[in-house]
């Protein structure tokens, strides 16, 4: 049972245009979200994150939105650069509960083209 | 600032074979660390964590183990790989409960078993 989805596993964008990449979750206690960014043969890398007492957050061209009545959150990258294809994960947690419980989808592979 | 490394970064082994990945964290002390597995076509998998020396917890059961004999040091070893360990292994910390569950990672370490 998959408790974090990303149901769209790629995604192709022109430069210059936005990247909306989606993730829904099933669990009503996660009140803590990230995203994380990862090339071929490396690690992710985090992105950005937002709790739940939020519904924005913004951190240069990227913005995560979350819409908690319809446990949906999505990462706009604006623009897309050729340089942001990579996958990127979603992943939810309870903030301050116990270690481990980071639940990752299975991430969306991004294609900026030039 | 804090860094985490892991190694080897590329690893080829033979069935029945024993294994052993490293990793060490520096700039923080008491970190929670994580060992997690990416295999084809899926997500993140949590494999163990860890939130202080000789505290391990198993998310999956398997033929793998982890060990942490120092503070910033984590060691995932199996007697014997199977065909289905291989997979690229990541290895991750955080910092405690308090300041969320924002999760880093390591460069990754590439297994396959022949």
């Not at chain 2, 069935?15 to 490293?22: A, D, I, N, T």
């Amino acid at each position: 049972d998959q408790q974090v989805k990303q149901n769209s596993p790629s995604l192709s964008v022109q430069e210059g245009r936005i990247s909306i990449l989606n993730c829904d979750y099933t669990n009503s206690m996660f009140d803590y979200f990230l995203w994380y960014k990862k090339y071929p043969a490396e690690g992710p890398t985090f992105l950005i994150s937002i709790s739940s007492i939020k519904d924005k957050n913004e951190d240069g061209r990227f913005t995560v939105f979350l819409n908690k009545s319809a446990k949906h959150l999505s990462l706009h990258i604006v623009p897309s650069q050729p340089g942001d294809s990579a996958v990127y994960f979603c992943a939810a947690s309870v903030y301050g509960g116990s270690q481990g419980n980071l639940i990752f989808g299975k991430g969306t592979k991004l294609s900026v083209k030039p | 600032s804090q860094t985490i490394h892991q190694w080897p970064a590329t690893l080829v082994q033979p069935v029945g074979s024993p294994l052993s990945l490293e990793c060490t964290v520096e700039g923080t002390s008491n970190p929670n660390l994580y060992w997690y597995r990416q295999a084809a076509g899926r997500g993140l998998q949590l494999l163990f964590y860890s939130v202080g020396i000789g505290q391990i917890s198993s998310e999956v059961p398997q033929n793998l183990s982890a060990s942490r004999p120092q503070d910033r040091q984590f060691i995932l070893s199996s007697k014997k790989l199977l065909l289905s360990d291989s997979g690229f292994y990541l290895c991750a910390w955080s910092q405690d409960r308090a300041a969320g569950n924002t999760i880093y990672f390591g460069e990754g370490s590439w297994l396959t078993v022949v």
